[in-house]
């Protein structure tokens, strides 16, 4: 006896998730290493990459679809998951799940907009900073955490075909700090 199972709805394979954040916080680069890891694991990947008009300090986003079948249309009104980094609320993106920079929930008890559970705002510019003595880590932090909310096994990523020399080690112990962060 045999059942024929209906296949899944495209839209229901493809996955999206929104990056945001102010120009230098390295959204750009997360970008690229989370796409470059994406596509090293066998999916299809589109990602796009939308600035502000501001020459310095302007907001960035970067919109990345993933898909085990071919990517028909890269572009979305709402994410799957959004990563905001940024201090300041961005209340153009639109997301099924939201991880944020705490900060940008301003004081303990305000309530925002994004109506966010209180173990997915993050202190990651503060965790950068006693953890790792620099802001600059911040992004890998946070790449870290989205790698495990999407599902993604660290450990099987050659990370050596995905990143700069540059900072290299810190970067890759950032990652896996973010991985395994629990509040």
Known sequence: ???????????????????????????KLMAHILANILAKSGKEVALNLVYDAAVRSGNIKA?????????EVPFFEEADIALQLSSILDTTVKAKYVLIESAACGTEGKECDLHCPESDR????????????SPVFVNMIALGKLLQKIGINIETINFNTVFPSQF???????????????D
Request: proline share 5%; charged share 25%; hydrophobic share 35%.
């Open 122 to 133: 993050i202190p990651f510019g503060k965790i950068a900073t006693e953890c790792f003595n």
């Open 1 to 27: 006896m045999v059942k024929k199972i209906t296949s899944i709805p495209g839209e229901h394979r493809t996955k999206k998730i929104i990056l945001a954040g102010e120009a230098g916080q390295g959204i």
């Open 63 to 71: 919109e990345i679809t993933y898909s085990d079948e071919p990517i």
């Open 168 to 182: 290299f080690d810190e970067n890759i112990r950032a990652i896996r700090y973010g991985y395994t962060y629990q």
